[in-house]
């Protein structure tokens, strides 16, 4: 098969983001499928370095040069500059061929709308990597766009593994939405010993965007969720190192988190691109995350994609309940928490045993996140 993903990696070429989209790539090339990464979402470029929105794509493109070589992809990828429709990497030529005669469309996570093409792919696969607010934004009338072009999709997958069930309030509104898990490109995710006394980490944003409403009730972002964990430094021993971004207006209360007794670094700093997001990752002992409160809230029984990767390095996770303990194994290398003495509770049972937690995370990411597995399980379910 032909298989072209689309993606934000241009657009921003950092961390996590990078490998968001990459390892659906090497899932499908590792099934022994023909892949194209496709950036075209009609976003002018930023450049991180002037901090702005710019005509000159420039930066992209020396990001994704340098990204899909790493991968052994340098000739398997399209950037097009939405501030000209000019076209870049493989080309124009290649963008439309393979749109017009491929087999298999993956839009991950809302990346490409393909507004001019003949677009004539065999199936077009829609990917939510944000369940709440993707099902929000197609319903509430704010972007009719938006909403047209996710409907015009064969099939819908989403990360939130309860939406449809009984107890989950997710709005479908006739879409079947097919529950689906981040692939893990394992042989990216080597298991390396923790460092001795390493902290506890993850990567974060304070807030990403403004709450959504739906039906009266708001769904936010993990500021909401953090802040009932405020005292976590003083509940246990743990060391806590995140890298926590600014958040919207920059809202992000610095000053007295560090003083309440969080280590805060700026991810632009620590996790510019794919390779230091990787390496700080495998210098934590293990991770500890809080939800968007949407996702909580909206009982989406989401999981992480970046928890997955700290499970693949063999670092256990402790992260917050969104109802995925309904579907994945939690209580050996993933575990659970709903308030603040459960957190703390949890960690204390990881660091006990931590050599066993290390083994079950690996474990679980090989029987639940391995990358062939889940881009099987995708094609199985077209």
């Known amino acids: 098969m032909r298989i072209i993903i689309t993606g934000l990696v241009g657009q921003y070429p950092f961390g996590g983001v990078i490998w968001d989209y990459l390892q659906y790539l090497l899932g499908f090339r590792s099934l022994g499928h023909e892949v194209l990464y496709l950036e075209d979402s009609g976003a002018w470029p930023y450049d991180p370095v002037a901090g702005t929105i710019t005509a000159d794509c420039s930066f992209a493109l020396q990001s994704l040069q340098k990204i899909f070589t ?118 990216h995710w080597p298991v390396t010993p923790p460092p001795a006394q390493g902290p506890w980490t993850t990567v974060m944003n304070w807030s990403s965007y403004p709450p959504k409403t739906w039906e009266g009730c708001p769904y936010g972002q993990k500021d909401i969720e953090f802040k009932k964990f405020y005292d976590l430094p003083n509940k246990s021993p743990a060391r806590f190192q995140l890298a926590m971004g600014l958040g919207v207006d920059a809202q992000r209360p610095a000053d007295h988190l560090r003083q309440i007794g969080w280590n805060l670094v700026e991810p632009q700093e620590v996790v510019p691109d794919h390779l230091t997001y990787r390496k700080f990752l495998q210098n934590s002992v293990a991770e500890w995350s809080v939800a968007k409160h949407g996702y909580v809230q909206g009982k989406t029984g989401w999981f992480s994609c970046r928890s997955a990767c700290y499970l693949a390095l063999g670092r256990p996770v402790v992260v917050q309940e969104t109802g995925w303990t309904k579907h994945l194994p939690s209580g050996h290398g993933a575990l659970s928490f709903t308030d603040l003495d459960e957190a703390a509770e949890a960690i204390a049972r990881v660091t006990k045993d931590y050599s066993h937690h290390a083994q079950a995370a690996r474990q679980l990411a090989e029987e639940h996140f391995e990358a062939k597995r889940v881009c099987q399980h995708l094609l199985l379910a077209i």
């Open 70 to 187: 790493d991968f052994d992809l340098a000739n398997s990828w399209v950037y097009r500059n939405g501030a000209d429709g000019k076209f870049y990497g493989a080309g124009e030529k290649v963008a439309r061929e393979w749109l017009r005669h491929g087999d298999l469309l993956v839009n991950v996570s809302s990346a490409g709308w393909l507004r001019d093409y003949d677009l004539r792919v065999g199936h077009k696969m829609f990917i939510d990597g944000d369940p709440m607010f993707c099902q929000i934004g197609l319903l509430d009338g704010s972007n009719p766009q938006y909403a047209g072009r996710l409907r015009d999709h064969h099939s819908h997958f989403t990360f939130g593994l309860s939406v449809g069930q009984p107890d989950c309030p997710v709005p479908l509104d006739g879409i079947t939405w097919r529950p689906t898990v981040q692939p893990i490109a394992l042989d």
